[in-house]
């Protein structure tokens, strides 16, 4: 079983809110990605990490932003939410020769829904 | 430039059945596949993958995969569907070549498995 968490499952805000959508693991791993996820549609890389102070955007462009001042910690926060938004966030890690290469390892994710 | 392409968005069977969910992709290098699987509510957790040795490849679950170079495909299948089957299923492939790290890795849209009893 994959020890990497996320919060909040569900979130329902207002426009113009400040959110963020914690997401940790316990595995030691030192690559972390968010995916942005759509129904009908295929997991879209937004941010990745390779290791604490590494950052990187990914395929899809978000206008959210990322940390890594911890190994275990990846934080996403969005300044000011918009309905635009709304969709569903995985969080994921890997290790070692991870990545493609192995496997990543998912949370269950943080839907988020902007009114 | 890689693509995923996979085949039917919904894919019904019954149960006992042989499910089948079809994966296509293209890669300018032989490239490295996967299949994951979504239960409701969950996250991805991969079923198996393919890296460039056997050809066929068992995962979890009693499912099992081909890669076939000349059909570049790697189609999903397990001989007899089980209730506890009916989730989401990605497939995703990767460029070798890409340096590692999720950012070579590019997914399908995904195929929902549903199982009539």
């Known amino acids: 079983e994959a020890d990497i968490y996320q919060t909040p499952r569900y979130l329902v805000i207002g426009t113009g809110k400040k959110i963020t959508l914690e997401c940790s693991q316990t595995m030691g791993h030192d690559k972390m990605y968010w995916y942005q996820q759509d129904p009908g549609m295929e997991l879209h890389l937004i941010h990745y990490s390779y290791g604490v102070n590494s950052t990187e955007k990914g395929d899809l462009s978000s206008e959210s932003t990322v940390s890594r001042i911890r190994t275990e910690h990846f934080p996403l926060t969005l300044e000011s939410a918009r309905p635009s938004h709304t969709s569903q966030y995985l969080c994921?890690?890997?290790?070692?020769?991870?990545?493609?290469?192995?496997?990543?390892?998912f949370g269950e994710g943080s839907r988020l829904t902007v009114l | 430039a890689q693509s995923v392409t996979q085949l039917g968005s919904h894919v019904s069977v019954s149960e006992g059945a042989l499910v089948l969910l079809r994966c296509n992709y293209s890669s300018s290098v032989p490239p490295y596949l996967f299949w994951y699987v979504q239960y409701p509510n969950q996250g991805l957790q991969l079923l198996l993958k393919y890296t460039s040795a056997a050809t066929l490849v068992k995962g979890i679950n009693g499912f099992e995969a081909e890669f076939k170079k000349s059909e570049t495909s790697f189609h999903l299948t397990k001989p007899s569907a089980h209730m506890s089957d009916a989730a989401e299923y990605f497939c995703?492939?990767?460029?070798?070549?890409?340096?590692?790290?999720?950012?070579?890795?590019?997914f399908g849209k995904g195929t929902h498995l549903i199982i009539q009893p």
């Open positions: 995703a492939v990767s460029d070798p070549g890409s340096g590692g790290g999720a950012d070579g890795l590019t």
């Open positions: 994921a890690s890997s290790g070692g020769s991870g990545g493609p290469f192995g496997e990543l390892f």
